[in-house]
């Protein structure tokens, strides 16, 4: 990337006085809220743009009616710390809040899955837990400003819980796998930040079910979908997780694609997405990695799609040599 000398980062520089007590209790709140992270003591700083900036000024109009002081300016980073570091404070920051939403969850799968002749929670009162779970995902996801390393695994983990909370494939519904007829130009709608179940499955799409396919990303859980819009991976998604199947494995049945090819490189995505070692791939862990850096590079998703899509590719070409 370029350097330039634009300012990256807003600082709000606040003095807050000690009474009433209660003002900085609700500033405090409020920048927790924003997702920003102190610096120094009173000075806290957001990536540079125009909601932040009308953020940092509606909380600077809060302190000053209190009876505090307070400045919003535009920053670079010279010496000292670095972007690396401020940014590495915010994925801490989020890490932090994945990993407490993550303890909820385990906590809650737990309870669906006890070994009891009455599970600890009823599949009514898990739906509503991770609907409460999702929603605050989608709060903390909206301040993830850097991506941070934890979201994936606590996206994998819900995944699991609404898979655990799908009633099980009736047998009719088997005998009837493989015998949909392949949609034609259709709006095929996930959650965005994709990763390797989602860009799988999106390569699969275009490239055995759906030429014509379009992408659309959303945050997730409540979005109405419009009339010819399919939706994939999420939440009460067409096709999603069902047992323990994976996406991917399941556009694979739905659709009867059998093909030796991607047999294979559903394996290695079962493997890397439910991380159950179900099929212990050696391949896995080096994709892995590879679909991790590619997520890293980029932020856009049409651009993850773009990438990954010449790493299934290639996946594919291998195995079907190896199967010829």
Same mark, same amino acid.
């Given at each position: 990337?370029?350097?330039?000398?634009?300012?990256?980062?807003?600082?709000?520089?606040?003095?807050?006085?000690?009474?009433?007590?209660?003002?900085?209790?609700?500033?405090?709140?409020?920048?927790?809220?924003?997702?920003?992270?102190?610096?120094?003591?009173?000075?806290?700083?957001?990536?540079?743009?125009?909601?932040?900036?009308?953020?940092?000024?509606?909380?600077?109009?809060?302190?000053?009616?209190?009876?505090?002081?307070?400045?919003?300016?535009? #920053?670079?980073?010279?010496?000292?710390?670095?972007?690396?570091?401020? =940014? !590495?404070? %915010?994925?801490?920051? $989020?890490?932090?809040? @994945?990993?407490?939403?993550?303890?909820?969850?385990?906590?809650?799968?737990?309870?669906?899955?006890?070994?009891?002749?009455?599970?600890?929670?009823?599949?009514?009162?898990?739906?509503?837990?991770?609907?409460?779970?999702?929603?605050?995902?989608e709060e903390v996801a909206a301040i993830d400003f850097f991506s941070a390393g934890a979201r994936e695994a606590l996206e994998d983990l819900l995944a699991a819980i609404e898979s655990a909370l799908r009633p099980p494939a009736s047998p009719g519904r088997e005998k009837e796998a493989g015998k949909m007829a392949p949609p034609r130009g259709r709006t095929w709608v996930t959650r965005s930040g994709v990763h390797?179940?989602?860009? #799988?499955?999106?390569?699969?799409?275009?490239?055995?079910?759906?030429? =014509? !396919?379009? %992408?659309?990303?959303? $945050?997730?859980?409540? @979005?109405?979908?419009?009339?010819?819009?399919?939706?994939?991976?999420?939440?009460?998604a067409e096709f999603t997780h069902e047992g323990e199947l994976c996406t991917f494995e399941v556009l694979i049945r739905r659709f009867g694609l059998a093909d030796p090819g991607l047999r294979h490189i559903a394996e290695i995505v079962h493997d890397i997405d439910l991380k159950d070692t179900k099929f212990s791939r050696p391949e896995a862990l080096g994709i892995d990695h590879l679909i991790a850096g590619i997520a890293m590079r980029h932020q856009d998703d049409e651009a993850r799609l773009s990438d990954g899509a010449a790493v299934f590719e290639g996946l594919y070409a291998f195995f079907k040599r190896k199967e010829r």
């Amino acid at each position: 990337m370029p350097e330039t000398n634009d300012p990256r980062w807003l600082l709000l520089i606040h003095q807050i006085p000690p009474k009433p007590a209660y003002l900085r209790v609700k500033v405090g709140r409020r920048l927790q809220g924003l997702g920003a992270v102190a610096v120094k003591n009173s000075v806290y700083v957001l990536p540079r743009s125009e909601q932040a900036l009308e953020d940092f000024q509606w909380v600077r109009r809060e302190i000053v009616s209190g009876g505090g002081d307070a400045s919003v300016c535009e #920053a670079r980073f010279v010496e000292g710390l670095s972007d690396e570091t401020v =940014e !590495a404070s %915010f994925n801490a920051a $989020r890490d932090a809040d @994945y990993a407490e939403m993550a303890r909820q969850a385990r906590a809650l799968q737990q309870g669906l899955t006890a070994r009891r002749k009455r599970p600890a929670v009823s599949p009514e009162q898990g739906l509503a837990a991770l609907a409460r779970m999702r929603r605050r995902l989608e709060e903390v996801a909206a301040i993830d400003f850097f991506s941070a390393g934890a979201r994936e695994a606590l996206e994998d983990l819900l995944a699991a819980i609404e898979s655990a909370l799908r009633p099980p494939a009736s047998p009719g519904r088997e005998k009837e796998a493989g015998k949909m007829a392949p949609p034609r130009g259709r709006t095929w709608v996930t959650r965005s930040g994709v990763h390797v179940d989602r860009i #799988a499955s999106a390569w699969l799409i275009r490239r055995f079910v759906d030429r =014509e !396919a379009r %992408f659309k990303f959303v $945050r997730g859980q409540g @979005y109405v979908p419009e009339p010819d819009e399919l939706r994939f991976d999420m939440f009460e998604a067409e096709f999603t997780h069902e047992g323990e199947l994976c996406t991917f494995e399941v556009l694979i049945r739905r659709f009867g694609l059998a093909d030796p090819g991607l047999r294979h490189i559903a394996e290695i995505v079962h493997d890397i997405d439910l991380k159950d070692t179900k099929f212990s791939r050696p391949e896995a862990l080096g994709i892995d990695h590879l679909i991790a850096g590619i997520a890293m590079r980029h932020q856009d998703d049409e651009a993850r799609l773009s990438d990954g899509a010449a790493v299934f590719e290639g996946l594919y070409a291998f195995f079907k040599r190896k199967e010829r």
